[in-house]
């Protein structure tokens, strides 16, 4: 019902810079929630960066002052903005949104299939 589709992912020295994509397509009626995850190898899934309905954002401490979180509702797209990017920020970063459908009252989780992010120092 709702498929995302992630893009900007890639290899990049510690200190440079990349912003990831995430577009939202289905029978989505509204976004309550759109965010990033990532997963290092050995590691379990944590959260990124969120964006509420409202606008609110939450960051993870590791990546407060460097990462950046955006949206355009119309596109039903959410961005990441990664600067001065670290090797310990390598690992693969979903998108996951919570959106209401068409038709069905309780909202929806969903995942992107995952992008690779790889820094080396």
């Known amino acids: 019902q709702v498929q995302l589709v992630e893009s900007g992912g890639g290899l990049v020295q510690a200190g440079g810079s990349l912003r990831l994509s995430c577009a939202a397509s289905?029978?989505?009626?509204?976004?309550?929630?759109m965010g990033w995850y990532r997963q290092a190898p050995g590691k379990q899934r944590e959260l990124v960066a969120a964006?509420?309905?409202?606008?609110?954002?939450n960051y993870a401490d590791s990546v407060k002052g460097r990462f950046t979180i955006s949206r355009d509702n119309a596109k039903k797209t959410v961005y990441l903005q990664m600067n001065s990017l670290k090797p310990e920020d390598t690992a693969v970063y979903y998108c996951?949104?919570?959106?209401?459908?068409?038709?069905?009252?309780?909202?929806?989780?969903?995942w992107g299939q995952g992008t690779q992010v790889t820094v080396s120092s």
């Open positions: 289905g029978s989505i009626s509204s976004i309550n929630r």
């Open positions: 964006i509420t309905r409202s606008g609110s954002t």
């Open positions: 996951n949104v919570e959106v209401f459908v068409r038709d069905i009252w309780n909202p929806t989780n969903s």
